[in-house]
């Protein structure tokens, strides 16, 4: 439908009173402008009806001649909202005519039904954007929302500018293809190149974990032979770098396009890009992009709920689902040309209860093609069940610390590190253990960006953090503000949760360094090491280990502390639930490529289902391109 037509269908819905001044296009939604707007709210569900009537999102805003001045709006706004509701800030966004509420319980903003959101706008003409004031400070939460705001008026441009391209006449698409520009028959730099006759999309853009080897770093990018201002749009599952972290260097190689993702994703990715930058910095490496680099690439971020369908080309719609593997982790289903293809490709996915998130999605509307990871596909992938893994975790720290030793966890700054939290909060509420639990700073900042999404996370902590209670401000947590060392040297047993996972660089490998020789210290590894790390060296039994020191010079580390491995934790399904969630995918899928594993555990995962399921998988490599349309 042309924009004139959906004006003229819109002006049938609106009621007496009320009239569309303009219509405009933002990215991927219609906005439109209302007189009388009051009117428009007078009536039950009026945006949900108007949206179902024209299949399509829309955003209704007050015309700007009956908007007050915003020093008035903040007056009316701080009457309107009550005290109970904690609001901690009010801005107003011109460009997009919001009033951003900053508050502790934005339930209290919206109101009864909505009462209070539409009480704002009906007297005020602003249209109310409700943000959750996270429980633990973050600085990254500040630095995001303070960055959207002053980015307004190029965000304006820029969404303009793609939703022409969105909305304009177009040919039907003839055939469809994918390309593997990395994370394939291996993990890390995931990369697959979504190209249509019309569109091209990348789907994930990560780097490696290990940057030893130059030649594997980083994704074919330059191998799919397209130049970047070429690409439609960027879509990122979720965010660990091995998904996200090539995106900035996109933007200064001339990238000016969307990247779609949700909302909790867009800040843990910021989070990870400054600090990915000064990890670099320390390892003694020249950054590959700047801050200013990340900053681009999050005013270029569209943000979108799970199940909210969105127009991305002419041609693709792309549907958000539950992965179950880290906060905002994302399926994403790509409905292709009305239905001439249908591909979902699942990052990385966790089928399996966790303390944080549900299992992943499995009923789709359609699906011919998957694309699946495979990080623990392989014959001998069965892990031990999760109440397993905790009871192992809880014994070995309990183990340690009778002994007067302190136990380091290294862990993902985002994801395994908020599981081990919640395990330990619930065994100190529950015992009694009352040692400290040191936090790494990326650790609780990132631990503070979850209690901002608690809608993300599984009911009942959901509601822990609701009510006040939320499990990752227990007592037993300490913030590292700087001095690593004191800790160290205090006779007191603790536990230290810090990043990185793989010891792949960052503060647990400092404490590696300060902790390995005293064997009444542990190591516990709770996740993925990945190969070539110092991590995965150390758990398969190297004591003699080598890393860089201060200046950047090798050191060599003597490993007298106890090592051990708790399985079970991992944000990854295992082969057992690998194997679940393809033959539970709805409807059945007719190709199935493994991805983002080793080469074994692809090629494992591949035959196995193949042989289950008696359709098409296989495990592409690096580079291939394969027609499914
Ligand atoms: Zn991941």
Redesign the pocket.
Known sequence: MQITELQKKIETLLPPGCTLSKTEIEGPDIVIYLKGIDKLYEMDNPIRDIATAIKKKIIVRADMSTMLPPDEAEKKVREIVPETAGVNSISFCPEFHEVWIDAMKPGIVIGKGGMTLKSIIKTTGWTPHILRSPTLPSEIIKGVRASMLKESEARKKFLTKIGKKIFAPHEKTTWVKTMALGGHREVGRSCVLLETSNDKILLDCGVNPDISDPTTAYPYISAANIPIDEIDAIII??A?L??CGFIPYLFTCGYEGPVYLTPPTRDLMALLHFDYIKVMKRGGNTPIYSEKDVRKCLAHCVTREYSEVTDITPEIKLTFHNAG??LG?AISHLHISDGLHNLIYT??IKYGGTRLFNPATTTFPRGETVIMESTYGGKDDILPQRAEAEMKLLRIISETINAGGKVLIPV?SV?RSQEVMLVLEEFARRTGFNRKVYIDGMVMEASAIHTVYPEYLRDNVQRMILSNKSPFESPIFELVKSDRQAIIDSPDPCVIIAPSGMLSGGPSVEYLKMMGNNEKNAMIFVGYQGVNTLGRKIQRGDREVATLDDEGRMQSIHIKMRIETAEGFS??SDRRQLIAFAKNLKPKPSKIFTVHGEESKCEDLAYILSRIMRIEVRAPMNLDGIRLK
């Open positions: 599952s979720h660990h091995d998904h593997h880290i982790s990052g990385d993902f994801g944000g990854h």
